[in-house]
């Protein structure tokens, strides 16, 4: 079974603060995903990765950046968190050749 | 812009089959069909996709019609692990993000 973790369910954070958010998979899938996903908008890229250290911006990158030091792990990073950074965080995963995303259980960010 | 359109949500009885119908009107030649689906509080799960055959897995059935215009995902027996919202998706193969749009929240009831 294709595993995806991430490091938390649930986060609190202040305006301002440095967030980071962790993504483990463990199928040595190529491709890795972070996406969140908003009440009404369904949900939206933010930063894909097909390699290590290789990253692209989705539809909404803006305040976040990504890391890829190691293929089994995506982070996301809130430079400067926001109250509308306020959402659920999920990372997904895929190989390369296979189109099927396997997905996280996802991370609600709270940003007060 | 919507590249495939659900109906808002839908009930259906334990142990009956459910169908999902799907429009695609716009997909393309090189576009596959995909099903994904979300339990409350969960990721999103991968069902099934389909390219203009029917498939079939463990999980579910996926019809695809000849024209391609829609699809219908169905569910054999529904149970009550069954309700989530499920997501119909169109995308070409290869690597890339996927569009999630709002889905179909089925309600399976006793």
């Known amino acids: 079974d294709v595993k995806v973790t991430q490091s938390s369910r649930y986060l609190v954070k202040r305006t301002g603060e440095k967030v980071f958010l962790e993504c483990v998979q463990d199928m040595d899938h190529e491709n890795m995903f972070w996406y969140r996903q908003d009440p009404g908008l369904g949900l939206r890229l933010i930063y894909f990765s097909y390699d290590v250290k290789m990253k692209e911006k989705g539809d909404i990158p803006e305040g976040y950046s990504v890391s890829r030091e190691k293929k089994e792990r995506f982070s996301l990073i809130l430079e400067s968190a926001s109250t509308n950074q306020t959402s659920m965080y999920l990372c997904a995963s895929s190989s390369a050749g296979v189109v099927e995303q396997y997905f996280g259980p996802g991370t609600r960010l709270t940003v007060t | ?110």
């Open chain 2, 1 to 110: 812009d919507a590249k495939t359109t659900q109906p808002t949500s839908m009930d259906c009885a334990e142990g009956r089959a459910a169908n999902l119908p799907c429009n695609h009107s716009t997909i393309s030649g090189n576009e596959y069909v995909y099903w994904y689906r979300q339990i409350h509080s969960q990721g999103p799960q991968y069902i099934i996709h389909g390219l203009k055959n029917n498939e079939t897995n463990e999980m579910a059935s996926l019809i695809i019609t000849e024209d391609r215009k829609s699809s219908t995902l169905i569910l054999p027996h529904a149970t009550l692990r069954d309700t989530a919202v499920y997501y119909c998706i169109v995308r070409a193969a290869g690597w890339g993000k996927f569009q999630f749009g709002a889905g179909t929240q089925v309600v399976v009831t006793p």
